[in-house]
């Protein structure tokens, strides 16, 4: 047996340690198939030369300002409608940009937001008004919030149509840009719908289709807006359920992925500017935007690797050139000063975090104001825009390198099968870090040394060894349902078949917040009807963040899975008769 080669480049996260092809035949037996993976070499490939200067905290300044829509216009007075939420020499750090931009929502005097209405008639428009040549333009409204109300998804293509199997045979990575998974995420929104005028033919986006496909989706929570409201009609914050799947929300995001399968996602939203900042700390946040590549554990180095050179790093050029103030994207934390601020959560629950494990390179990008009502709107707007842009654009550029990258990975990540070692939870790094604050009383920017927590680097990782699969029993229908909506393949046992396994059994005593288990080896009856979930597929390791149970969003802690006893580890090849798919 050999093992792949090492990497080339030194990890900057080290691993503790879409969906596979149909099985047709009924007579298939996958022992043989989970050996050759195991014990195959995967090539390594070399680490594309990358042109910009590797940072992690600070923004380069070797990258062009990306160019701006031709939407736009000159800067016209600007009637303000409604009171500032802190002093005029405040505000006055956050000037108008030099351009103008136009949607339904930016229109002068308006009091609102583009609307669901407005929005939905703005994509049917432009999907329409595209010829039968290319590029092509086409309106996907296949999911719905729980009121009903349709969730839309915008696709931009050279291909000959917007089907996924299109997509992918056109050769060209998709990019997925997904805005407003908070209903005060507005900006966001407005400036997906900037963007969206700007794929038709003659468009600024229209050369960047030889090269990439295009999913805009410019609302994900349109109940909340509706609302004025972060969460769903339920009460669900839905930036943490991509892996439950609680949500029709989610789950019309996870299809979508799952269909179409992006190299790269980026999640647009806003974070609050004003409280609790300015209660704790007498200030207000100073920048305009929060940028944070996923990191989570188990993703593979390579596409952490890729998010920080090809998304983070061009996207904070951008905005810095812009004379954008740039961070990480973090909020307040705990309840008091001294617990200070967090970057966001190691968790696979987002849906950044879920996509990297589905081997999509992925970010974050969060602008400054989901409290702000319609206070420095264009300049929100603006530098929403800005990142979108550079997030397309090097995207464009790298197009042959994320092929490449990911051809490797899927590959990689089923390779470990029954072997190496999985991280079942990790946590984040603390320390303290300066940032800059608006002070509220004299109004300069402000150095505050505060408490930090850190998402950049994973600490003190929880592990056990990787199985080759996970058994799940007849009735773990909605868990198996779930994984299929991610893209993880999921096989239905036809005969009766013995596999050697590890159960789980909670451990007694255990915190009420925790489920904490042990592990009993013995042979298990797999029973006609009962499931198989192999780790020979490039999504094994968000399988296991769904099965193994002993973390706070496992699909057991969660109840997805009713009993524990519905899934056990396998740690042996198994021999197993499926059903036909």
Known sequence: MTKPNAPVFAPYLERPGHNMATHASRWLMIGSALALAACSSTPLPEWPATTSTTTRAQPSSSAPTAPLPANVTPVASNTRLEALPYSGAIAALFPEPSER????????????FTTNSELAEVLRNLSQQTPEESP?????????????????????????????????????PSVMIVAGQQGTDAAATEALLVLSKELGAGGLLTPLLDKINIIFVPR????????????????????????????????FLAKLVRDYRPSVLLDASEFDAIEPTLQRFAAVRANDMGLQYAVTPNAHEFVTKAAREWMHQPASSALSQAGMRVDWAFEATGNSAENGFAMGTLEPTTLTNAASLKNVVSMKASSRGSDLKRTHLQRRVHSQVQTMLAVLQ????????????????????????????????????????????VDAASAQLVQKNVAWTSSLSISNPRTRSNACGYWLSANAVQATERLGMMGINVLRVAELSSIQTETYQVTPGASASETAVHLVRHSLEAAPGSYYVSMNQPLAFLAAAALEPDTPYSFYSTGVLGDIKE????????????EEE
Not at 101 to 112: A, V, W
Not at 147 to 162: D, E, F, R, V, Y
Not at 567 to 578: D, G, K, M, S
């Open 220 to 251: 994900a929570n349109p109940d909340g807006f509706d609302k004025g409201t972060a969460a769903t009609s339920d009460g669900t914050d839905l930036r943490f359920d991509h892996l439950q799947l609680k949500t029709p929300e989610a789950r």
């Open 567 to 578: 899934v056990a580890r396998v740690t042996a090849l198994p021999n197993i008769v499926f």
């Open 101 to 112: 931009y136009s949607t339904p929502g930016l229109s002068e005097g308006r009091r609102s």
């Open 394 to 437: 090097s995207a464009a550029q790298r197009a042959g390198d994320l092929r490449q990258v990911n051809t490797y990975v899927t590959r990689d990540v089923a390779s470990h099968a029954c072997r190496s070692t999985l991280a079942v939870q990790a946590q984040p790094s603390h320390g303290q870090r300066e940032i800059t604050l």
């Open 136 to 172: 092509r333009l086409g309106l996907l409204n296949n999911g719905n919030a729980q009121s009903g109300t349709p969730i839309h998804a915008l696709i931009a293509t050279q291909a000959k149509a917007i089907t996924p199997l299109a997509l992918d045979e056109s050769n060209r």
